[in-house]
Nanobody, 126 residues
Framework: QVQLVESGGGLVQAGGSLRLSCAAS????????MGWFRQAPGKERVVVAA????????YYADSVKGRFTISRDNAKNTVYLQMNSLKPEDTAVYYC???????????????????WGQGTQVTVSS
């Protein structure tokens, strides 16, 4: 069991940066694979980035590759999403997700995750 709380969203101009944080409760954070998803108005929820339990493996959607970086600090029970060179197309509600795993791979589909945060709004103005 884990509870997730996202923070760091807001309004930013195109080309700017934001850093999202996802704070997790519980004592087994290091056992969870983590992911960031987003959902824009009228669109399906899609994966943005994912990171393995050990942080040795990461995944990025083609739309954000080279601009976003996912990382985690197990000592702080927190996963981050550094977003640079933001575009209006990045506007969405961003969700943090977690799933307890035994392996070290990344999870890239929403159905693979058991736990979700409430989401944080990111708006990029042109």
């Amino acid at each position: 069991q884990v509870q997730l709380v996202e923070s760091g969203g807001g309004l930013v101009q195109a080309g700017g940066s934001l850093r999202l944080s996802c704070a997790a409760s519980g004592r087994t954070f290091s056992s969870y694979a983590m992911g960031w998803f987003r959902q824009a108005p009228g669109k399906e929820r899609v994966v943005v980035a994912a990171i393995s339990r050990s942080a040795g493996n990461t995944y990025y959607a083609d739309s954000v590759k080279g601009r976003f970086t996912i990382s985690r600090d197990n000592a702080k029970n927190t996963v981050y999403l550094q977003m640079n060179s933001l575009k209006p197309e990045d506007t969405a509600v961003y969700y943090c997700a977690a799933d307890r795993v035994l392996g070290t791979g990344v999870l890239t589909k929403s159905a693979q995750y058991d736990y979700w945060g409430q989401g944080t709004q990111v708006t990029v103005s042109s």
